[in-house]
């Protein structure tokens, strides 16, 4: 008689945690490489954002401090639905956050999605297009996974954005004058990633649709147009209200932060934002590398333009950044034009603050010396992107291309000087004449050749920040366009800080807008402005010898 023994399976081995981890090692390493890409946009749009709201909510308190002066400023923009049509919620703005809202919203949700809009395409399309995205799928990962890696990155990159808005509008809600808690500043904060947040998508989906980053941008931009008009048409009266529903910019309007604090739009938007997310991550995996879902011609016919000389191509490739950086300084300058309606009534209190800044003169050229600061900062910082884009080039290896040519180092560093020269002369140009066409279409009479000439006035500051540009990229090409953004970002705070705090004024001479006259208020000294295009040109000829005697930077 035999007897069977059971024999018992093993246990089964318990998962290991290290294979789990290990399984996603590529995803994280693509999500740390591609937040590393985005962290310093992000950090400087969060310090812009929150310092730019900051500075509305404290110059609103110490403009209209009392209900009198509040219910003037109600009175004077209310009843125009032409500002409600351009710059969007004017009904709070008898409060601090309303005002705030108010004054900020256009601005900041337009920079706000470009911005991610572009990181979107550049860190998908743009890396396929280099070829280095081919080197990143030959690993342990796929199409869908990596990319769904990538706005991963995004996300934080954007959620930086929020939480860095909401600190500072929290820090300076603090005060008494101000009054805006935690709560209206994280509110305020989540309405304005809003925007970023949608076309960080758009701009992911538009990457899997289109064979090159142009065209994902071109798509995505597109995209952005029809979300902006159908903005304005809900702005447009009672009766459309409901369009801004249909909208990112429409929902960020809707939560009405430091009022109503309505969290019911978020909804919508995160929605938004996960179905375009998971169809981008669902069409990278279905697709091709480096193939697209629009369909192009693989026959095109022969575009010579800028091909016959190193000047030529360099325009070639930057004119169409460039004509939406002359477009973006018209419109500000259209935007303050408008808002030069305030002035019709003079505001004793206003009228003290601008004093600070040492303009004199009618209350509207008062107004607009200052308003011209900001117009100054604008095209001053153009020369940050052309300089990043040279850089872009000379570390790419394609300047190495170029060079094997009888093209010297000297003739295409003063191509790209020359031509970024010639954008900034445009761009104040063009932001006088929008000043004038926006204060005109109000009604408030202005001379053309001075709001003009206003305009041409910041030429000789942004052309200083030109020359450091170019001795930074001589000198170091990699730190060359941030060392742009920060000396004119220090500039800008230095100087408000310097003329709103008596104590502080001594620090106004460290920055670049000291020396400028904030013209039509005060008047312009020739000395002045010779002695600035004088450092400008300086620099320039400086950086053009530097960089003729220094070994090209690749890799």
Known sequence: MTTGVAISAPP??????????????????IARRAFTQVRIGAVVC????????????????????TPASRAALVATTRADAG?????????????????????????????????????????????????????????????????????????????????????????????PDIGLGAVDSVV???????????????????????????????????????????????????????VLWATPFGWTELMAPFTENDLRPLLPAALCVTVLALAAVNLAARRDVGDGLLSSRDVAPIRPFGLRSPEGLAARLSIPVLVAWCAGATLTGLVLGIIAKITATSVPSMTDMLGRFGVEGAFVNQYLGVAFLLVASVVALLPAGQIGAACDEEVSGRLVHLLVSPTTRRRWFVGHVTITAIAVVAA???????????????????????TIGAGLNVVPT???????????????PRAASRAVYAVIIWSL??????????????????????????????????????ATLGVALALCALATVRFTRRDIATG
Request: with cysteine.
């Open 83 to 175: 500002l409600a049509l351009l710059l969007g919620p004017i009904q709070s703005i008898d409060t601090v956050g309303g005002y705030t809202v108010y004054k900020c919203f256009v601005f900041l949700t337009t920079i706000g999605a470009i911005w991610a809009l572009l990181a979107a395409t550049r860190l998908l399309r743009g890396e396929e297009d280099g070829g280095r995205w081919s080197l990143v799928l030959a690993g342990a990962t796929r199409p869908g996974r990596a990319t769904a890696a990538t706005l991963v990155a995004l996300g934080a990159a954007i959620a930086i954005v929020g939480a860095g808005t909401s600190v500072l509008v929290a820090l300076t809600g603090r005060s």
């Open 46 to 65: 969060a310090v812009a954002f929150g310092g730019t709201a900051a500075s509305s909510a404290l110059s609103y308190a110490t403009t209209f401090p």
């Open 188 to 242: 305020y904060g989540l309405s304005i990633v809003i925007a970023p947040a949608v076309f960080a998508a758009v701009g992911a989906v538009t990457s899997q649709l289109g064979r090159t980053r142009r065209v994902a941008s071109s798509v995505g931009m597109g995209v952005f147009g029809v979300a902006f008009v159908l903005r304005m048409v809900g702005d447009a009266g009672r009766g459309t209200r409901w």
């Open 493 to 530: 705070l230095i100087d408000l800080l310097a003329s709103m705090v008596s104590s502080l004024t001594w620090l106004g001479h460290l920055s670049l807008f000291h020396y400028l006259a904030l013209a039509p208020a005060q008047p312009v000294e020739l000395r002045t402005i010779a």
């Open 12 to 29: 089964a081995a318990a998962p290991d945690a290290g294979a789990v981890l290990r399984r996603w090692n590529a995803e994280v390493a």
């Open 428 to 450: 104040g140009l063009l932001a006088g004449v929008g000043t004038w066409v926006g204060a005109v279409s109000q009604g408030v009479d202005l001379d053309p050749a001075s």
């Open 462 to 476: 942004a052309l200083v920040a030109l020359g450091i540009g170019a001795v930074g990229l001589s000198i170091a």
